[in-house]
């Protein structure tokens, strides 16, 4: 089979933006992915919580894990200068 790869990185700043930008991928999926196609999405979402928006909005077109990545320590923080 064939696999649609998307790489984002929603903008930090605004919940409403992120938001914005999760229903626009998630129409674009819906336009492009065929039928039988492997979908991954990676990259940065920059939310703050599991139950964001633009998290819900992902989750009617791609299956998510069920708990938040983590490092080692178990911090879910994705930059560099994280404590």
């Not at 933006?17 to 999405?41: S, Y």
């Amino acid at each position: 089979g064939t696999m649609l790869a998307v790489s984002v990185h929603f903008y930090a700043q605004k919940v409403a933006d992120r938001a914005a930008q999760a229903r626009e991928l998630a129409a674009r999926i819906r336009e492009n992915l065929r039928p039988g196609e492997w979908l991954v999405v990676g990259g940065d979402l920059n939310v703050r919580q599991p139950a964001e928006e633009a998290v819900e909005v992902l989750a009617e077109v791609v299956d998510l894990p069920l708990a938040m990545p983590s490092d080692q320590a178990g911090n879910t923080g994705t930059n560099g200068p994280r404590k």
